[in-house]
């Protein structure tokens, strides 16, 4: 990679993927990949013709700053007013990271709000651990190094953030298999029919809705295939006129729900032995720009 400003400008959609795994949404992944470009022009000429791979130079900034921003992040959630999800994105807004040889299903699911969500319960560093090396293969050197640890010990904090991966997320559903379940769970919200919805999901389904305190929504977690059904069909009670539209996400198939034109929330689908077990409602403002 040659050092020109349309070089170092190409690596921006890698570098907001990056950011977006580590720190769940959109603003926070422009942030810190802007801060990366900032340190890098901040440089002088001397210092960055030294660089001998710009995008690595800029990946590891990245991973730093993100490691700064999870602290205070991780403050910001525990003011957040309701329940805090990641903000939901269409299937096509984020790169791929193609270092990693898995292939195309797990890149899949490293931006899935299931996995996304796991790792909001581990520590910043073996959030950017896992991040980095799993998903960007970056070696473990050049983690420890932006840790502050022996690769030794990065390595360790990888592969502790892959055993709750696996753990917590379970074996990843096929995608048409999830899908399907989506379509029926999606044809039963639309008709208003309580035991087609019920039909679709898990008997221990929790619901979890993300207002940000800014607009009306469950405060806490809404439990069981009946209480999660009744307040589906309530609040689409609510709105009359909003439709639900089928999208595709980075979990799959989804539903964009607008009123009049605007857009009211995203809703995904975690789904587990053919039926919904967790069903994910974005409705904060702050979360849906990439919808408008």
Known sequence: MTDTAADVAAEHPR???LAYRLLGTLADAEDAA????TRWYRLTESERAAVRNPQAWLTRVVGRVGLD???????RREQYVG?????????????????????????GEA?????????????????????????????????????????????QLAASARRRAKGETGHPVARADHDAVVTAFGRACRDGDMHALLEVLGRDVVLRSDGGGVVSAARRPVQGADNVARFLLGILGKYPTATVEDVQTTDGAGFLVRDGGAVLGVVNLGVTEGVASD????MNPAKLGAWQ
């Open 69 to 75: 921003m999870l602290g205070s992040a991780r403050a």
């Open 34 to 37: 802007q801060e990366a470009f």
């Open 279 to 282: 069903v994910w409602v974005v």
């Open 83 to 107: 329940e805090w999800l990641p903000e939901p994105l269409p299937s096509d807004h984020l790169v791929v990271a193609s270092a990693d040889p898995a292939g195309d299903a797990e890149q």
């Open 111 to 155: 931006v899935s709000t299931a996995l996304l969500l796991m790792l909001e319960r581990l520590t910043p560093a073996e959030r950017v651990a896992f991040v980095l090396h799993d998903v960007f293969a970056v070696p473990f050197d050049e983690i420890a190094t932006l840790l502050d640890r022996t690769p030794a010990a990065a390595r």
């Open 15 to 17: 570098l907001v993927s």
